[in-house]
């Protein structure tokens, strides 16, 4: 990979933090601008204090207690800026540049104190800390830090040119503030490519759990549901019907178990083909789903049939519940067909005391499906066990 390569892909990954360096630069700003208030609150104080006989002496502090006092309004202007912009829902351009005005205004005064100091020595400290404080407080785009260090450089540069008549002294000065400048260049680039990698790695890994949780959740759902229907599966519906099942004995409630067949579906897909028998027992489901409780659980059995187990539900409830099931699978047409699909149910309903064991009571549901199969079909029959005195109730089409 090229240089210019490099550079392209870099600027692709500055575009993306870009924001999220932003919201940064604002709270770190808010944090900074209060530091510096304290600083130049201090410094305000001591410069206030100090006498000299000299005039000059006497006067380059009044202005630098001067300047200090200045920069502490500015300050307290961008803790407040800053903590406004940092609370806003969307960033605005005046939002954005609110980082840069801060950074240049610093870096203004640092280069006015500065020119202050040349009354007293040949020091550039003020500007040496200004830029470096600046490239390890900011994150900048390389390209930005770039324009604002040289600008500050230059400007720096051609005010000493105009105030310092010693050659040695503007070129040592010049140079020293050219070696912090660099320094503050190069902290600046390290500071922001750490930071693109930090913030792409880190929202990678967001991404790839978040599509791992997705994986995990699908495979849970195929792992749980029948494909075609979004219902239980064989193995889901027996590991929750277990549960209901010692519930029940616990509590002596109730319950009830529905097995539901299509009838002639077989005719169904010859006639009409299997994406209408699909589409038919989508539909089946659906209707059936509409007709219970959250609580009951409902079950794809394989083929055309299902199951339906009924927590608290009496041999009456039972009843009622199967004819409501066989008129809301069977008295619409269904999708693609034009016509309606019956069902025949068998069920089978006991208390906790007498509640059998699961495949046993699994058969008697069987049975009673046979049972509604050999009377005609379209029927249920429901069957209900020694707690209901053994009683059998029939609910035929009439």
Known sequence: MTIIDTLKRWAGEDWQVRDTALRRNVRVLGLAAWVLLILNVAHVGVFVLLRFD???????????????????????????LARRVHGAAELTRWHRGLPLVAAVLIIAWAIAVTVID??????????????????????????????????????LAGVLGWMVSDPAQLATSRMNAVTATALAMLISVLSWRHF???ELLQRALAESNRQLQAQRAELERLANKDALTGLLNRREFERQAALELARARRLGSPLALFILDLDHFKAVNDTHGHAVGDQVLVEAATRMSRSIRQTDRLARWGGEEFVLLLPDTGCESASLLAEKLRHAVGDAPMPGMGSSVTVSIGAVVARGDDL????VLLRMADEALYQAKREGRNRAFVRCLKSDRSSLAKNETR
């Open 118 to 155: 040349q009354a007293v020595t040949a020091s550039v400290n003020a500007y040496v800390n200004a830029v470096i404080a600046m490239a390890i407080v900011y994150l900048f785009r390389p390209a930005t830090a770039l324009i604002v260090l040289t600008l500050a450089w230059a400007g």
């Open 54 to 80: 000299d005039p000059i002496r006497d006067a380059w502090a009044r202005q630098i207690a001067l300047a200090h006092g200045g920069m502490a309004v500015v300050a307290v202007t961008i803790a407040v």
């Open 196 to 198: 693109v990698r930090t």
């Open 356 to 359: 059998p064991d699961w495949p």
